[in-house]
């Protein structure tokens, strides 16, 4: 198993389907929906007309405690003001998604891979390509998933391992998960 590690100061998502509800009552920060966007980029080009904002060169975005990194992005609006984020990232560094989950302690989801895409409207996050996902209470790992493709359904609490089209039997294991005991993290909380 290789661990991946933050490569930058700034932390700005078949054979085998592994799919594990979360007992957490937990949820992404409500106040998030309310707050601007911040974008970053060496360039970006805006159609203010069809709310389509298309960013080039280290990518970050933040809204709220959201904080999205990565190579090259594509950023919709929808007329309710819902955000849809697809960002990717390159050979030498990752896309990454960070945000607080609403609640008394200092929780967060942080994921990585090659795509991160993350629909505002539905909560549902997607991490593509060699793909990361971790739940952290009080910078204490809790959960952590690794596949190829993850799916987090923030609504739901529902994660999502999935392996490739192509994947093989003898190339199994191809998804992993570390979960931490519902009650004592719930009673820790």
Excluded: C
Excluded at 34 to 60: F, H, M, R, T, W
Excluded at 86 to 105: K, T, Y
């Amino acid at each position: 198993m290789r661990i991946i590690h933050w490569q930058q100061a700034r932390i700005l998502l078949g054979f085998l389907v592994l799919g594990l509800y979360i007992a957490s009552p937990a949820h992404a920060e409500k106040a998030d929906q309310d707050k601007p966007v911040i974008l970053e980029a060496e360039k970006v080009s805006v159609n203010d007309v069809k709310q389509i904002y298309d960013l080039n060169g280290q990518v970050l975005l933040i809204k709220g405690s959201i904080i999205v990194t990565g190579e090259d992005g594509h950023i919709t609006v929808d007329p309710q003001g819902y955000e849809f984020v697809d960002v990717i990232g390159n050979p030498n560094e990752v896309a990454s998604f960070r945000q607080r989950r609403e609640g008394p302690a200092d929780e967060f989801m942080q994921g990585r891979g090659a795509q991160v895409t993350y629909d505002a409207k539905t909560e549902f996050l997607t991490i593509t390509g060699d793909a990361s996902l971790k739940r952290l209470l009080n910078m204490q790992m809790l959960d952590q998933l690794k596949g190829w493709k993850i799916e987090y359904d923030d609504v739901k609490q529902y994660y999502r391992v999935i392996p490739p089209k192509d994947a093989k039997p003898e190339d199994l294991p191809l998804a992993r998960a570390i979960l931490s005991p519902r009650r004592k993290a719930t009673l820790e909380k």
